[in-house]
């Protein structure tokens, strides 16, 4: 299983970026999709995450400003992410819950870090 992000890049405070990520390999089930977010000499932070049956959870920094959705015929989970401000700044990683097979549990799989630059 493998997790592909992409969408990050460098705008200006108050603008937005969309962040995507999307699952291959041997994929039974994905559960839990999500994105985490880590700035230098910061601890990693929880973003937002959107449960199989479409419940998100935000972190309150973000709220009102992100949106995370997800596209189950794709095995991708998305970022709209507006009124960005310099401290939003960081590397964000997804994450997915998934069931590879039938018959095996479900475990967490990353993608690699998309940075993402706030700055005029």
């Known amino acids: 299983v493998q997790l592909q992000a992409s969408g990050g890049g460098l705008v200006q405070p108050g603008g937005s970026l969309r962040l995507s990520c999307a699952a291959s390999?041997?994929?039974?089930?994905?559960?839990?999709m999500g994105w985490y977010r880590q700035a230098p000499g910061n601890v990693r932070e929880l973003v937002a995450t959107?449960?199989?049956?479409?419940?998100?959870n935000y972190a309150d920094s973000v709220k009102g400003r992100f949106t995370i959705s997800r596209d189950n015929a794709k095995n991708a989970v998305y970022l709209e992410m507006s009124s960005l401000r310099p401290e939003d700044t960081a590397v964000y990683c997804c994450?997915?819950?998934?069931?590879?097979?039938?018959?095996?549990?479900?475990?967490?799989?990353w993608g690699q870090g998309t940075l993402v630059t706030v700055s005029s």
């Open positions: 994450y997915a819950r998934i069931r590879p097979t039938s018959t095996m549990a479900a475990n967490n799989y």
């Open positions: 390999g041997s994929i039974f089930s994905i559960n839990a």
């Open positions: 959107i449960a199989g049956g479409d419940s998100t």
